[in-house]
């Protein structure tokens, strides 16, 4: 199983992109899937859940302007990024755990079996 992250950028404070993460094989809807991020010289944090039932838990800074959602025919898990801040610039990397039961929201990284490229995005003030 692969994933591949896009739609990264660059952007101005306010504003808003959508990245998206794209797994190959079949047993997408079996997955959690996340959204990390990781800025220069800081350590790689979560920024959003969805569970295997679409049940999406977010980091306290990006509650109210991220919206993390999937399509499972797709294959495809989103992050829509609104109210961008320059806080928020950083390489998003999106995360597949494929051992989660049908409720949970592994919020470790060390519970995420694959991992995506990253994709970047900066945010300009």
């Known amino acids: 199983v692969q994933l591949q992250a896009s739609g990264g950028g660059l952007v101005q404070a306010g504003g808003s992109l959508r990245l998206s993460c794209v797994a190959s094989g079949h047993s997408f809807s079996r997955a959690a899937m996340a959204w990390f991020r990781q800025a220069p010289g800081k350590e790689r944090e979560l920024v959003a859940v969805i569970s295997r039932g679409s049940s999406a838990y977010y980091e306290d800074s990006v509650k109210g302007r991220f919206t993390i959602s999937r399509d499972n025919a797709k294959r495809t898990v989103y992050l829509q990024m609104n109210g961008l801040k320059p806080e928020d610039t950083a390489v998003y990397h999106c995360?597949?755990?494929?051992?989660?039961?049908?409720?949970?929201?592994?919020?470790?990284?060390?519970?995420?079996?694959?991992w995506g490229q990253g994709t970047q995005v900066t945010v300009s003030s």
């Open positions: 995360a597949a755990d494929y051992n989660a039961i049908l409720s949970d929201i592994p919020k470790d990284p060390d519970s995420y079996e694959v």
